[in-house]
């Protein structure tokens, strides 16, 4: 359910952006209006859906993340100058957004509960507290070349053997995971890259006010969090082709 998420959390961006679309378009005529009323509610129930979908997968993270990058992409709209779009069009949205997840929270009130109540003490927090430890003793012990691309899990049964097979699990931080299999130089080298990217990014995609980019930019920033706690963008080849996919949307060349 957790890579799942993320393919959710690029959806409902994307669902936004054509929301938003459609609302700036509404009015223009009659018959472009009943459109893009039909288009709306379509668009809406869909929006709908996707958060339903997001939170039956009862990530933590996932919701978490999506919910703070949602807030901060609707601020980044309403309070930027440099985006042309007319503000009540997006407060209306913000609007409809939060009433979803507020009635959605309010019928999986009782998991939400149970999910959050004792989260410290939980056991899959403490097992990945316990894999991010492996992943640190991986880097002391080789912090130059690592133990391997792909070797966590070998060297993590060489160190602790008398576990049982489901729990030989990668380290649910990425960075560290990275640092651990390939060295501390291919982690930061990454890293540089992330936080160069994400400079220019935000420089030129926010100041260009193109809703759609800046849509992508807040997936790619939800999914820079989302990094931290688990593994997929690394370890699964849907997480890997989803990541890179938003970067390579987000560095095409403007026409």
């Known amino acids: 359910p957790n890579i799942f998420a993320a393919f959710l959390i690029f959806a409902l961006f994307l669902t936004y952006f054509a929301i938003l679309k459609n609302a700036s378009r509404i009015g223009q005529n009659k018959a472009k209006s009943v459109i893009g009323q039909a288009k709306y509610v379509i668009e809406v129930g869909l929006l709908f859906l996707l958060s339903l979908g997001l ?3 009862f990530s933590r993270s996932a919701i978490a993340i999506f919910s703070i990058s949602s807030l901060m992409f609707f601020a980044t709209l309403i309070f930027s100058k440099t985006i042309i779009i007319e503000k009540i069009k997006v407060v209306r949205i913000f ?3 939060i009433l979803i997840f507020i009635s959605l929270g309010f019928v999986f009130r009782n998991e939400i509960i149970f999910r959050t ?3 410290l003490s939980d056991q899959s927090v403490s097992q990945r507290f316990f894999y991010n430890e492996v ?3 991986q ?5 130059i070349l690592g133990v391997g691309m792909g070797n966590f899990i070998v060297d993590f049964n060489t160190r602790h053997s008398n576990l049982a097979v489901w729990q030989y699990q990668p380290s649910h931080n990425l960075f560290l995971l990275i640092a651990a ?3 501390v130089l291919g982690a930061l080298l990454l890293i540089i890259f992330i ?3 994400l ?5 030129n995609k926010i100041n260009s006010g193109d809703i759609f980019t800046i849509s992508i930019l807040f997936v790619f920033f939800s999914y820079l969090i989302l990094a931290n706690f688990d593994h997929y963008f690394w370890t699964i080849q849907q997480g890997q082709v989803l990541f890179w996919l938003v970067v390579g949307i987000l560095n095409q060349k403007e026409n």
């Open 181 to 183: 299999e390939i060295g």
């Open 117 to 119: 109540s004792n989260i």
């Open 199 to 203: 400079h220019r990014l935000i420089r």
């Open 139 to 143: 880097i002391l012990s080789s912090p």
């Open 135 to 137: 992943a640190i003793n």
């Open 95 to 97: 609007i409809v957004t």
């Open 195 to 197: 936080i160069q990217n």
């Open 55 to 57: 939170m039956l997968t």
